[in-house]
């Protein structure tokens, strides 16, 4: 089975510090690495998105960094704010006649202290 | 979530009912998909749709079923609701299945 592993499980920060969330996958098939991001009682929401071809992507204060030897990618937030607490998922797609599946990793709960 | 609302937001059955919930998009893609969460596990894939009457199972489809009669509707059906389907639902849209999905706003089933 496919999988995705997830880590850390949790996480807490300082107003100001960085987050970090990594993911590992096993396919080498999949072709596009999205993160979403779930606040409480409502649905995850795409936040950024990388393809294999590329080692790094930046929008705003997130970054993706994705190793493609090593098989991982991680989500950088950089000077974490309140607001950015909530629950981060990584996903994985695999191409080809995959019909947009996303197989998630596990989640990691995001707290940020003011 | 504009353009896609999930229908019951909160339900409470009781076990070995059948239980119907309900995803209606209004952005014409047509790719839909059925995911539950539970802590320690993510988003699970259920069922996912390629195309109207055109379904495939997830990674946990025992205990459900799935219908699309026309692009706009996916119904995940509970055949007969056990404890351990007790979870939170979520629908999904993709317009070419390689970019991503929004979800709808979730169901919280609570079998007792």
């Known amino acids: 089975q496919q999988q995705v592993k997830q880590s850390p499980q949790s996480l807490i920060v300082q107003k100001g510090g960085i987050s970090i969330i990594n993911c590992a996958y096993e396919?080498?098939?999949?072709?596009?690495f999205p993160w979403y991001q779930q606040f409480p009682g409502k649905g995850p929401a795409l936040l950024i998105a990388?393809?294999?071809?590329?080692s790094e992507k930046k929008e705003g204060r997130f970054t993706i960094s994705f190793n493609k030897s090593a098989k991982q990618f991680s989500l950088h937030i950089m000077d974490s704010q309140p607001g950015d607490s909530a629950t981060y998922f990584c996903?994985?797609?695999?191409?080809?006649?995959?019909?947009?599946?996303?197989?998630f990793g596990q989640g990691t709960i995001l707290t940020v202290h003011p | 979530d504009a353009g896609i609302t999930q229908s019951p937001r909160h339900k409470v059955t009781e076990t070995g009912t059948p239980v119907t919930l309900r995803c209606h998009q209004t952005?014409?893609?047509?790719?839909m998909y059925w995911y539950r969460q539970d802590p320690g596990h993510g988003l699970r894939l259920i069922h996912y749709?390629?195309?109207?009457?055109?379904?495939d199972k997830g990674e946990v489809s025992d205990g459900y079923s799935v219908s699309r009669s026309k692009t706009e509707d996916f119904l995940l059906t509970l055949e007969s609701a056990t404890s351990s389907q007790t979870s939170v639902y979520f629908c999904?849209?993709?317009?070419?299945?390689?970019?991503?999905?929004?979800f709808g706003s979730g169901t919280r089933l609570t079998v007792v």
């Open positions: 999904a849209i993709s317009l070419t299945g390689t970019n991503g999905y929004t």
């Open positions: 396919n080498t098939a999949f072709d596009y």
């Open positions: 990388i393809r294999p071809d590329v």
């Open positions: 996903a994985s797609h695999a191409g080809g006649t995959s019909y947009g599946k996303l197989t």
């Open positions: 952005e014409n893609h047509r790719y």
């Open positions: 749709s390629y195309g109207v009457k055109d379904t």
